[in-house]
């Protein structure tokens, strides 16, 4: 069964970048696009962007200037990376296979930002 | 403020049946882009509940369907158990933002 799995630092200073790993078990990364989901604390869900296998790329255009998200077949992960955050950007960070109707998702990892 | 509304809450008896409206406009469920739905319990990550506005994956129980039609979408809930209560989310594309979008969520209290 393919899981996903959200790794990275769970605290980032302001105006630092934030970077996040998707590791895929269970299957292939290849021939799937791939997305990243965040929910701040009490709130919704926001889209960020997705990646397809082949490397294309689509971003939330509020947080295009920011997002760079990028694959890695040979380890069979894709990456989040966010600049220049704020305490705005504090959320859990979901990875999930597939943009909309989404069928597998990661755990979710919390990231706060504060110094 | 979501490009997608939805009501904040709903709530419901068990066995009752409820439903969730997820309203748009002509950019995004208007334009025959697909709604889809997602249940996300408590601590947990969301779940896919539909898809392609209507469909439901293996595994989610026919007491979950879903509707479309002109610029909203619906979530209907039959026999509402109080393993239900969750929050619920739907989402589809829109052209204008040219990226995907989520409802506000509705919280679902069973009685």
């Known amino acids: 069964q393919e899981q996903l799995q959200e790794s990275g630092p769970g605290l980032v200073k302001p105006s630092e970048t934030l970077s996040l790993t998707c590791t895929v078990s269970g299957g292939s990364i290849s021939g799937y696009y791939w997305s990243w989901i965040r929910q701040p604390p009490g709130k919704g869900l926001e889209w960020i962007g997705y990646?397809?296998?082949?490397?294309?790329?689509s971003y939330n255009p509020s947080l295009k200037s920011r997002v760079t998200i990028s694959v890695d077949m040979s380890k069979n992960q894709f990456s989040l990376k966010m600049s220049s955050v704020t305490a705005a950007d504090t959320a859990v960070y979901y990875c999930?296979?597939?943009?909309?109707?989404?069928?597998?998702w990661g755990q979710g990892t919390l990231v706060t930002v504060s110094s | 403020q979501s490009v997608l509304t939805q009501p904040p809450s709903v709530s419901g008896a068990p066995g009752q049946r409820v439903t969730i409206s997820c309203t748009g406009s002509?950019?995004?469920?208007?334009?025959?882009?697909?709604v889809h739905w997602y249940q996300q319990l408590p601590g947990t990550a969301p779940k896919l509940l539909i898809y392609?506005?209507?469909n439901r994956p293996s595994g989610v129980p026919d007491r979950f369907s879903g509707s479309k039609s002109g610029t909203s979408a619906s979530l209907a809930i039959t026999g509402l158990q109080a393993e239900d209560e969750a929050d619920y989310y739907c989402q589809s594309y829109d052209s204008s933002l040219s990226g995907w979008v989520f409802g506000g969520g509705t919280k679902l209290t069973v009685l």
């Open positions: 999930a296979r597939g943009v909309g109707s989404s069928s597998v």
């Open positions: 002509s950019s995004n469920i208007g334009a025959a882009y697909d």
């Open positions: 990646i397809h296998y082949s490397g294309s790329t």
């Open positions: 392609g506005n209507s």
